[in-house]
Nanobody, 130 residues
Framework: VQLVESGGGSVQAGGSLRLSCAAAGYAPRFYCMGWFRQAVGKEREPVAAIYSVSGSTHYRDSVKGRFTISRDNAANTVYLEMSSLKPEDTAIYYC?????????????????????????WGQGTQVTVS
């Protein structure tokens, strides 16, 4: 399954951006969908996740109150609305989605951790905040 992100770009601190992610071509329905990011020189970190059926959302503590994840089940698409952006939000943002109905959004002491089992990944979209 190939995932394609869009909506990245450059924005000033305090601004907003909306990222989108959809499958390129046919894909089974996604049940667990999420966003991760990786800044230069840093490890990839989780951002937010959503269960497509219930709409239940989970966030990393660092983005709570500023980012909102949502989905369009008919379009098998996940979105990430980002507001009050900070320079430290600069990173490549990756979409992740899993199809099995038994997939799980794993949380920990800092909120959203990962999606289990290993999801499909997009190629990433750059977000730069200055």
């Amino acid at each position: 399954v190939q995932l394609v992100e869009s909506g990245g770009g450059s924005v000033q601190a305090g601004g907003s951006l909306r990222l989108s992610c959809a499958a390129a071509g046919y894909a089974p329905r996604f049940y667990c969908m999420g966003w991760f990011r990786q800044a230069v020189g840093k490890e990839r970190e989780p951002v937010a996740a959503i269960y497509s059926v219930s709409g239940s959302t989970h966030y990393r503590d660092s983005v709570k109150g500023r980012f909102t994840i949502s989905r369009d089940n008919a379009a098998n698409t996940v979105y990430l609305e980002m507001s009050s952006l900070k320079p430290e939000d600069t990173a490549i943002y990756y979409c992740a989605a899993n199809s099995p109905g038994t997939c799980q959004v794993v949380t920990g002491s800092q909120g959203f951790e990962r999606i289990h089992p290993e999801p499909n990944w997009g190629q990433g979209t750059q977000v730069t905040v200055s």
